[in-house]
């Protein structure tokens, strides 16, 4: 069964930087594609990142340039590096990703920043 796994989460400030880390349990290449989404409270979740098959990167307008994401083949994992994060970038994250017909999700990760 294909799952996916968040971590690296936390309280950084104003201007700081994260590193969160999505691990899949099947073979990383198995997904269509990767994403990296996040939920302000009450709202619906956003996509902030995705990586293609291929290795394409797309990002949310909000996060370019601010906001890198990439994958590690060999060890299943996908992560996003954000730098310059900001009080409005406090929510949680979700990694998700497509595999066949199915919509995977992860559990979910808190990152605050405080101003």
């Known amino acids: 069964q294909a799952q996916l796994a968040e971590s690296g989460g936390g309280l950084v400030q104003a201007g700081g930087s994260l590193n969160l880390s999505c691990a899949a349990s099947?073979?990383?290449?198995?997904?269509?594609?990767v994403a990296w989404y996040r939920q302000f409270p009450g709202n619906q979740r956003d996509m902030v990142a995705e990586?293609?098959?291929?290795?394409?990167?797309n990002y949310a307008d909000s996060v370019k340039g601010r906001f890198t994401i990439s994958r590690d083949n060999a060890k299943q994992l996908v992560y996003l590096q954000m730098n310059g994060l900001k009080p409005e970038d406090t929510a949680v994250y979700y990694c998700?990703?497509?595999?066949?017909?199915?919509?995977?999700w992860g559990q979910g990760t808190q990152v605050t920043v405080s101003p």
């Open positions: 998700a990703g497509r595999y066949w017909s199915d919509f995977v």
């Open positions: 099947i073979d990383i290449f198995s997904f269509d594609w």
């Open positions: 990586i293609t098959g291929g290795g394409t990167p």
